[in-house]
């Protein structure tokens, strides 16, 4: 088979199912992070941060340099940045930096106790990479996390700035970058953090509970300022093939995300899980769990769509990123493109190229497919 006239032929295909039924073309979704590369977060125009890997500085703590006041209002920035880059997608994910500091040598923390080092690319956006977590006991957990200040009212007034400077033009879904399970293993380490599930389970409890507490809090700060989609996000390496982390972690979290869906959902919104986990595509957890939807995944092929489409209800939306051949294949599943919002990454190439060359969309001008999210306003 002739790959390349394969190729054509689904696009072709595509666009012209598109353009004849225009009320099933996905909505397309900008995530805050790519979803190749889990373990990196990027913050566009960042620059400060990357100069904090100069020679001059690596004889001195960071922290003589940047305070955690400073490093937020960097972030902060670059999320707008990130916003506005935005215009012609449907939704723009926007994270809340939360609680980020310099432990030194281009190594920061953030509130749940992670650890992430400040890559060193010259140009591009700053990536952090994830590498592990400041906690090895609870009295740890205690004196490094659980003693972060209540950051809900900055939290309302960011994604109100953020929803005051997009004029409508676009929704803004919002998120903080991690969730119940991820607070509790990338702070510790993974093994340690399945150990403390049978072996210590109240303090596993006592750290879910929480951080329950801290995400209802900052759903609702971001429900205050007009958001009406929270995403809550559930790292993939948390959940191990073979391992049925799932069912390890039902008896613990269901409880906590049944209250966060229910908070978000009584006033509106919708609650997403953010999590490109085979087990969490393929059962019924997250159904159960109370979230609306499921993404942005990376699928790898229809299968594992249908599959989702399956575990899940007909009533949840599903989100995913994938790439032509299967664009075509999607859109000609009438029932999928209904249901789906695609997930792509803003680099750029698709404002310069526009959309009917890289995926087959026909974007419009900011603020003409308000028809297409106005559930999610």
């Not at 566009?44 to 020679?55: C, G, H, M, N």
């Not at 803004?172 to 970058?177: I, K, M, S």
């Amino acid at each position: 088979m002739d790959l390349h006239a394969y190729g054509k032929e689904m696009a072709v295909q595509m666009y012209s199912f598109v353009q004849d039924s225009e009320k099933i073309r996905p909505r397309l979704l900008s995530p805050f992070y790519n979803p190749i590369m889990p373990d990196v977060v990027s913050f566009s125009r960042a620059d400060a941060l990357r100069r904090s890997f100069k020679r001059r500085f690596l004889r001195s703590p960071a922290n003589r340099f940047f305070s955690r006041d400073s490093i937020q209002k960097i972030l902060e920035r670059a999320v707008e940045i990130k916003v506005e880059a935005d215009a012609g997608y449907d939704i723009s994910v926007a994270l809340y930096p939360y609680g980020f500091r310099f432990l030194g040598q281009g190594v920061l923390s953030d509130g749940a106790g992670r650890t992430f080092s400040l890559l060193h690319a010259d140009e591009g956006p700053v990536q952090l990479l994830y590498q592990g977590g400041t906690c090895r006991t609870i009295q740890d957990w205690r004196s490094k996390v659980a003693k972060i200040p209540d950051d809900t009212d900055n939290i309302r007034s960011f994604f109100n700035s953020l929803r005051a400077a997009t004029q409508e033009r676009i929704a803004l879904a919002g998120t903080v970058g991690f969730g119940l399970w991820d607070a509790l293993w990338m702070s510790f380490d993974f093994p340690t953090a399945v150990r403390m599930l049978s072996m210590d389970p109240e303090a596993a409890r006592m750290i879910f509970r929480y951080w329950c507490s801290f995400h209802a809090a900052a759903a609702g700060a971001m429900l205050d300022a007009g958001l009406k989609m929270i995403v809550l996000r559930e790292h993939p390496a948390g959940f191990p093939e073979s391992w049925g982390m799932s069912r390890i972690l039902d008896p613990f979290l269901r409880e906590y995300c049944q209250e966060l869906a229910r908070i978000v959902i009584q006033r509106g919104g919708m609650l997403f899980l953010d999590c490109d986990a085979d087990e969490m595509i393929e059962t019924d957890y997250p159904a159960h769990w109370g979230f609306n939807g499921i993404g942005p995944l990376r699928f790898r092929d229809l299968d594992d769509l249908i599959a989702a489409k399956k575990s899940m209800n007909d009533t949840l939306i599903l989100a995913g990123l994938t790439t032509l051949p299967i664009f075509g294949q999607i859109f000609l599943e009438k029932s999928l493109a209904s249901r789906l919002i695609l997930a792509q990454m803003n680099d750029g190439w698709l404002a310069r190229n526009g959309a009917e060359e890289s995926s087959g969309f026909r974007f419009t001008e900011p603020g003409k497919h308000r028809g297409f999210v106005s559930w999610i306003r």
